[in-house]
Nanobody, 125 residues
Framework: QVHLVESGGGSVQAGDSLRLSCSTS????????VGWFRQRPGQEREYVAA????????YYTDDVKGRFTISRDNARNKVFLQMNTLKPEDTAVYFC??????????????????WGQGTQVTVSS
């Protein structure tokens, strides 16, 4: 059974940093495409950062470019999201997701088969 578990969320002030972690189990992690998504109150889930399976290509939504960095550690079956210079509009539940499809669009949440339970990030001004 596949499990994804996020951690590292919390309540911070604008300008602070957080590092989200996602631990995976149940699949060969190095074969998975992974990404981070978020859902703001009253809004649909949107992609934040994602990478091709090899992480040869990384994608960031425009409003996090230069502030957030996605990375993965295949040896520890983990994916990370370093979030710097946080803004109140970054407040959301953040989810990590994974999929093992042969073809997919890394930024499309419907192309991901496995999801964590989410971790809340709250940024106050």
């Amino acid at each position: 059974q596949v499990h994804l578990v996020e951690s590292g969320g919390g309540s911070v002030q604008a300008g602070d940093s957080l590092r989200l972690s996602c631990s995976t189990s149940g699949l060969t992690f190095s074969n998975l495409g992974v990404g981070w998504f978020r859902q703001r109150p009253g809004q649909e889930r949107e992609y934040v950062a994602a990478g091709t399976r090899s992480f040869g290509i990384l994608y960031y939504t425009d409003d996090v470019k230069g502030r957030f960095t996605i990375s993965r550690d295949n040896a520890r079956n983990k994916v990370f999201l370093q979030m710097n210079t946080l803004k109140p509009e970054d407040t959301a539940v953040y989810f990590c997701a994974a999929q093992g499809r042969s073809t997919y669009t890394a930024t499309n949440p419907s192309h991901y088969d496995y999801w964590g339970q989410g971790t809340q990030v709250t940024v106050s001004s």
